[in-house]
């Protein structure tokens, strides 16, 4: 594995947890994007190759949606994979007795707890919210499923009321509870501090799901595994509400490359399910989104591009076979003499050093005028240097 970080990340001592559970919520709060809507073949195609990439738990769907979003949750019930299959739930038997039906192996169900929806959301009182949670737990605790509680907008919840609902929720045994950044409002610091309390309280695991809106989703879940918590929500391509969620490859790659935290994930496959995911839901990865963004092994500037040649990891962190991905050297205003030598080497043509130069001239005056160099019209630049020839 071909990769080269900070050596400075070796001198801070920094604990994770031993076990950390990802679960994948791409096919849930991904779809929620708007605009975005998967059908069962779609849904199957994803869930499939999250289940090849070794993700611990899948995140279906919401049955009580629509017909179609519990055909999707039976059809990836019944492909029998590796990873846990669990579902969105309200704290409503209704909800819960739907994803019984799907036969499913759990449940994360939420509820707002919050000042703010409490009031504007639901009009009820903390007393009577906590009762219909406790209540929904014991309901699905007594059908056997593994329960997580998700308290809904928790980074903005008075503490001493969360400590009161998650410990409630531990009383009656639920499986995980879950801090949910709603809106992403929260910091990496204050997102260490808030796990760091819940510790003190619980025995319970702790998840978490950050969303990206001041772009901290990445830093507020390392923060939070850093402070205790064990189980992290992601989407590919980072696709969720508003700004997203956490980006999976980027917590991966993450963990494994600057934290040294291998989850023994099929990483060669990321590249693969980043495109996947890209063309199912039609939202278009950012050309500078980390780890399978296009231009991150994108090559343009001389400077770069000469010790790219000589050794990729003069300008790369890790090299992108490593997860499927691959290089490219790009020709513009920034080429140099061995950018284009190496395309024309690429393409099996040999040019003079004249040549060379005047091609390389030519190169720069072309994507200066708008033109963006594609073979087409690197092929038209040679051929005005020296004569047809075929690319």
Same mark, same amino acid.
């Not at 704290?91 to 799907?102: G, H, N, S, V």
């Not at 509870?177 to 910091?187: F, K, L, P, Q, R």
């Given at each position: 594995?071909?990769?080269?970080?900070?050596?400075?990340?070796?001198?801070?001592?920094?604990?994770?947890?031993?076990?950390?559970?990802?679960?994948?919520?791409?096919?849930?709060?991904?779809?929620?994007?708007?605009?975005?809507?998967?059908?069962?073949?779609?849904?199957?195609?994803?869930?499939?190759?999250?289940?090849?990439?070794?993700?611990?738990?899948?995140?279906?769907?919401?049955?009580?949606?629509?017909?179609?979003?519990?055909?999707?949750?039976? !059809?990836?019930?019944?492909?029998?994979?590796?990873?846990?299959?669990?579902?969105?739930?309200?704290?409503?038997?209704?909800?819960?007795?739907? !994803?019984?039906?799907?036969?499913?192996?759990?449940? *994360?169900?939420?509820?707002?707890?919050?000042?703010?929806?409490?009031?504007?959301?639901?009009?009820?009182?903390?007393?009577?919210?906590?009762?219909?949670?406790?209540?929904? *737990?014991? =309901?699905?605790?007594?059908?056997?499923?593994?329960? !997580?509680?998700?308290?809904?907008?928790?980074?903005?919840?008075?503490?001493?009321?969360?400590?009161?609902?998650?410990?409630?929720?531990?009383?009656?045994?639920?499986? &995980?509870?879950?801090?949910?950044?709603?809106?992403?409002?929260?910091?990496?610091?204050?997102?260490?501090?808030?796990?760091?309390?819940?510790?003190?309280?619980?025995?319970?695991?702790?998840?978490?799901?950050?969303?990206?809106?001041?772009?901290?989703?990445?830093?507020?879940?390392?923060?939070?595994?850093?402070?205790?918590?064990?189980?992290?929500?992601?989407?590919?391509?980072?696709?969720?509400?508003?700004?997203?969620?956490?980006?999976?490859?980027? @917590?991966?790659?993450?963990?494994?490359?600057?934290?040294?935290?291998?989850?023994?994930?099929?990483?060669? %496959?990321?590249?693969?399910?980043?495109?996947?995911?890209?063309?199912?839901?039609?939202?278009?990865?950012?050309?500078?989104?980390?780890?399978?963004?296009?231009?991150?092994?994108?090559?343009?500037?001389?400077?770069?591009?000469?010790?790219? %040649?000589?050794?990729?990891?003069?300008?790369?962190?890790?090299?992108?076979?490593?997860?499927? =991905?691959?290089?490219?050297?790009? @020709?513009?205003?920034?080429?140099?003499?061995?950018?284009?030598?190496?395309?024309?080497?690429?393409?099996?043509?040999?040019?003079?050093?004249?040549?060379?130069?005047? %091609?390389?001239?030519?190169?720069?005056?072309? &994507?200066?005028?708008?033109?963006?160099?594609?073979?087409?019209?690197?092929?038209?630049? %040679?051929?005005?240097?020296?004569?047809?020839?075929?690319?």
């Amino acid at each position: 594995m071909r990769y080269m970080v900070s050596p400075y990340n070796q001198q801070v001592d920094l604990k994770f947890p031993e076990k950390i559970t990802v679960y994948d919520t791409t096919l849930r709060d991904g779809e929620q994007t708007p605009g975005v809507c998967l059908r069962t073949p779609e849904k199957l195609k994803i869930a499939r190759k999250l289940d090849e990439l070794g993700v611990h738990q899948i995140e279906a769907g919401f049955p009580i949606v629509s017909n179609e979003e519990r055909r999707s949750v039976r !059809a990836i019930v019944n492909e029998n994979l590796n990873a846990d299959i669990l579902v969105l739930s309200r704290t409503r038997k209704e909800d819960i007795d739907m !994803a019984l039906d799907c036969d499913v192996d759990g449940i *994360i169900t939420f509820m707002g707890t919050s000042d703010l929806h409490l009031k504007h959301k639901f009009k009820k009182t903390r007393a009577e919210i906590l009762n219909i949670c406790i209540n929904s *737990i014991e =309901h699905a605790k007594d059908h056997g499923l593994f329960v !997580a509680f998700s308290a809904e907008d928790a980074t903005r919840t008075d503490i001493d009321f969360l400590k009161q609902i998650y410990k409630k929720a531990e009383d009656y045994g639920v499986d &995980r509870v879950h801090i949910a950044d709603t809106v992403g409002a929260i910091s990496p610091q204050a997102m260490a501090y808030l796990v760091g309390e819940l510790k003190k309280e619980l025995k319970t695991e702790i998840s978490l799901h950050c969303h990206n809106d001041f772009g901290m989703a990445l830093s507020n879940s390392i923060s939070g595994l850093l402070a205790g918590a064990s189980a992290v929500s992601t989407t590919v391509n980072g696709i969720g509400e508003r700004a997203g969620n956490t980006s999976l490859e980027e @917590l991966v790659m993450t963990l494994l490359l600057i934290y040294g935290v291998d989850l023994n994930f099929n990483i060669g %496959i990321f590249y693969e399910l980043s495109r996947l995911v890209e063309e199912l839901t039609n939202m278009r990865i950012p050309e500078n989104k980390p780890i399978v963004g296009r231009n991150v092994f994108r090559h343009e500037s001389g400077i770069h591009v000469d010790a790219v %040649i000589e050794e990729p990891l003069t300008y790369e962190p890790f090299i992108p076979e490593l997860i499927g =991905h691959h290089r490219r050297i790009v @020709l513009g205003k920034h080429s140099g003499c061995r950018a284009v030598k190496a395309k024309l080497t690429e393409c099996g043509i040999d040019v003079s050093r004249d040549e060379l130069c005047k %091609i390389v001239e030519r190169v720069k005056e072309k &994507r200066e005028e708008g033109k963006y160099i594609n073979d087409d019209v690197f092929n038209e630049i %040679i051929r005005s240097v020296r004569g047809p020839v075929d690319i």
